[in-house]
Nanobody, 124 residues
Framework: EVQLVESGGGLVQAGGSLRLSCATS????????IGWFRQAPGKQREGVSCTSSSDGVTYYVDSVKGRFIMSSDNAKNTVYLQMDNLKPEDTAVYYCVADILPLCSEYDYDYDHWGQGTQVTVSS
């Protein structure tokens, strides 16, 4: 059974930092596309970052480039999202996602496996 468990969310002031973790199990970690989506109140889910083993490239949505970094620890089957210089517009529930995909997808419906989500709130 595929499991994705996020942690690390919380409340932070604008300009602050948080690091999200996603512990995974039940699938070959290095054969999946793994990423992060977020959903703010009243808005559609948005792809934040993703990496796939097929091309080794990590993708970021334009709004987080230069502020967020996604990394992974293959030995621990865990991915991280380091979020720096946070802004109030980053406030959302953040979800870890995974699926067998040849490349990363920006569409939430392409991912069958989702974590429970972790709340990130950035105050101004």
């Amino acid at each position: 059974e595929v499991q994705l468990v996020e942690s690390g969310g919380g409340l932070v002031q604008a300009g602050g930092s948080l690091r999200l973790s996603c512990a995974t199990s039940g699938f070959p970690f290095d054969e999946y596309a793994i990423g992060w989506f977020r959903q703010a109140p009243g808005k559609q889910r948005e792809g934040v970052s993703c990496t796939s083993s097929s091309d080794g490239v990590t993708y970021y949505v334009d709004s987080v480039k230069g502020r967020f970094i996604m990394s992974s620890d293959n030995a621990k089957n865990t991915v991280y999202l380091q979020m720096d210089n946070l802004k109030p517009e980053d406030t959302a529930v953040y979800y870890c996602v995974a699926d067998i995909l040849p490349l990363c997808s920006e569409y939430d419906y392409d991912y069958d496996h989702w974590g429970q989500g972790t709340q990130v709130t950035v105050s101004s």
